[in-house]
């Protein structure tokens, strides 16, 4: 055989195993050396130059094996058992202290921004990120952002999408991305479309910053400190708070909620500006109020502000007379929708992991809610044409749910915006009517901010969307069988000595998901007349509970799972489900009521018999049969019973 037929060289696995641990001048490594230069699976000619450059040959190899691991590995990217690779062996090919500046800069002035994203990763030697970060400053000044280039991206937006990068590379990448979008001069173009091109390219920017802000959530705070003071500050900032809050870290979330938070003083200057401008004054008497509060405004901040104030159209000054509430219901709606519903949030379809403990997240919704309690004064009803929306009140809901204390103040000031709305919704407003599912957001949204007037939420908790239960008088059964232990039983101390509800509580327990005899006992001694309550409500428990065969069998288990449960308790159960009920093992049946059975029915055969042909069953009115009922008409040879009214 002879050395040049690709058929007569050894394995590669044989190779690679057979040089691990040598140094250059061992033989086996000698021999890989010759094989990687002849082999022309391009596959074995990577793993044996990895496995060279890696290993023994780490402080010195020769050019043709750099430039042969170069080729073989980004030369066949394309090949499909390349996958994934990331371009390994030319990295380390191009960082080893052998390789030459010309070899490096040549092969990476070729390589596609894909490529440079692979050999600039996060452990790349440092002179081989320094020269990838040089190529990507040398690309030229970046454009301005535009829907194209959300297709056809720039270099920097391709490398930042493909994952971690070494810092340098990072750093290079970041500064290279395409700039906020460039609004044009307007004049000669119709000004819809001039419009409409800055609102595309502006959706376009927002969408770059959230897909690469998506890649890298270890540098969420790098990229807020790069963007101070600059155009991309705003958009990055509200893609982390409101498009990718749970991936942010809890101390960042905190200070940008809190930056966010700040914004809204202007907006309160802002309506009191132009409510002096509505009132008659001119502008320079506005400047001169304010001028203290504008002293200590950005350029940009003051420009808007003087901007707003020179407005003649009086639908644009209303708006700045109302911009408080308006901030808030964009707020509510936009940036902060998923802090104020953290359990709703959702990547895509699926459901998030929040970085910030739900004790973090409760108080940024509450910071929310203390500044929106801040733009009732400013709301104003609506034009008398104007179309209803739900975010119209959305941010009135958010806002009572997590406010720590619902004060007369603030329940005057929302009724006025509850009213309006169910105006909306009345059929008799001059509005134009909400569509379908408007009006049932609407709807469901207004049944809840009366529900919290009626009953504020406690002040401490995290879930206190599910505490908004309403008053007393007016909470159903099915409402509180929907609650967890924790919220009913928060309900009920706000509304100690309520008899009526503890009752409503008890028929809830067998009425939603499952509760312990712990949780029923607990609801059980808040209420003034415990043993006499049980007897009345399972005598009449059609009238009082209803439903289907589970409510039975639930209340059924809690009945005989107490201790002071008696004969009377017993005989009172409907008797389908305590004739089924379980005892202590899987096959046993209930010894409470075998023994109000064998009590009832003694000796008599004839009594046995009748009662088991009882007309009890699992459903319809018959399964609301009570126990006692028909043992006393079998004991007696009676005629059975009718079933218990109903509602």
């Known amino acids: 055989m002879t050395g040049s037929r690709s058929d007569s060289l050894l394995p590669t696995e044989f190779l690679l195993t057979a040089m691990a641990g040598c140094g250059p001048d061992d033989p086996a490594v000698r021999l890989t050396v010759r094989q990687a230069r002849s082999v022309t699976s391009r596959t074995d000619r990577s793993a044996l130059s990895e496995a060279l450059l890696s290993g023994p040959l780490a402080e010195e190899a020769p050019m043709w094996l750099l430039e042969a691991a170069v080729a073989a590995d980004l030369g066949g990217e394309e090949e499909a058992h390349h996958f994934g690779r990331r371009s390994a062996v030319a990295a380390r090919a191009l960082g080893h202290p052998s390789c030459t500046p010309d070899l490096r800069d040549r092969t990476l002035r070729r390589c596609t921004p894909q490529q440079l994203a692979r050999l600039g990763g996060p452990g790349a030697e440092e002179r081989l990120a320094t020269a990838v970060a040089e ?17 056809e991206e720039a270099p920097a937006q391709t490398m930042l999408r493909q994952g971690p990068l ?63 003071g600059t155009d991309a500050e705003r958009a990055i ?33 802002l309506a009191q500006g132009s409510r002096m401008r509505r009132d008659g004054a001119d502008e320079q008497q506005v400047l001169d109020r304010f001028a203290g509060e504008l002293s200590s405004l950005t350029e940009e901040e003051r420009n808007d502000f003087r901007h707003a104030l020179g407005r003649k159209s009086t639908t644009l000054l209303g708006m700045g007379c109302r911009a408080p509430v308006l901030w808030v219901r964009q707020a509510a709606s936009g940036t902060w929708r998923h802090i104020l519903n953290p359990a709703q949030a959702k990547d895509g379809y699926r459901q998030v992991d929040w970085s910030a403990s739900a004790t973090t997240l409760a108080g940024l919704a509450t910071d929310f809610a203390e500044t929106a309690v801040r733009a009732l004064p400013y709301w104003e009803p609506a034009d008398r044409y104007a179309a209803a929306h739900p975010d119209e009140v959305a941010w009135v809901r958010d806002m009572l749910l997590h406010l720590p204390v619902v004060t007369e103040d603030v329940k005057a000031a929302v009724r006025p915006i509850v009213r309006q709305a169910r105006g909306w919704l009345s059929g008799y407003h001059h509005s134009l009517q909400p569509r379908y599912d408007h009006r049932r957001r609407l709807e469901e949204i207004l049944d809840t901010v009366q529900r919290i007037l009626a009953d504020p939420p406690p002040a401490s908790g995290t879930d206190r969307r599910r505490t908004a239960l309403g008053a007393p008088d007016e909470v159903t059964v099915r409402v509180l069988a929907g609650t967890s232990v924790e919220t009913l039983g928060e309900y009920l101390d706000r509304h100690v000595g309520n008899d009526s509800l503890v009752e409503k509580a008890l028929l809830a327990s067998a009425a939603g998901a499952y509760r312990s005899g712990e949780d029923f006992e607990d609801v059980l001694r808040r209420h003034s007349a415990p043993d006499e309550v049980l007897l009345r409500l399972t005598v009449a428990l059609r009238r009082y509970l209803g439903g289907g065969p589970t409510w039975r069998e639930s209340w059924t288990r809690l009945i005989l799972a107490r201790e002071d449960t008696g004969p009377s308790l017993v005989r009172a159960l409907p008797a389908w489900s305590a004739l089924r009920a379980r005892g202590g093992g ?18 008599d055969q004839d009594a046995w018999d009748r009662f088991a042909s009882c007309p009890a069953t699992n459903s319809g009115p018959a399964a609301w049969l009570r126990l006692g009922d028909l043992l006393d008409a079998a004991a007696k040879g009676m005629p059975w019973p009718k079933p218990p009214a109903g509602r």
């Not at 990072?170 to 479309?193: C, K, Q, S, V, Y």
């Not at 091109?197 to 807020?224: C, K, S, Y």
């Not at 509200?238 to 907006?267: M, Y």
């Open 135 to 151: 190529v990507v400053r040398a690309l030229g000044a970046p454009p301005p952002m535009s829907p194209q280039l959300l297709e």
């Open 237 to 269: 900032h509200d893609q982390l708070l409101g498009s990718l809050p749970w991936a942010v870290e809890p101390e960042l979330l905190t200070e940008l909620a809190a930056a966010d938070l700040k914004r809204f003083d202007f907006e309160i200057l």
């Open 586 to 603: 899987y096959r046993n049946a209930h010894t409470l009521v075998v023994s109000v059975v064998r009590e009832s029915l003694g000796s």
């Open 166 to 228: 070494h810092d340098v590379v990072f750093e290079a990448a970041r500064d290279m991305l395409p700039t906020a979008p460039d609004p044009g001069d307007p004049e000669g173009e119709d000004i819809d479309d001039w419009l409409d091109r800055n609102r595309r390219g502006h959706e376009a920017w927002q969408t770059m910053w959230r897909q690469i802000l998506e890649r890298h959530p270890d540098r969420h705070r790098n990229f807020v400190e790069w963007a101070d």
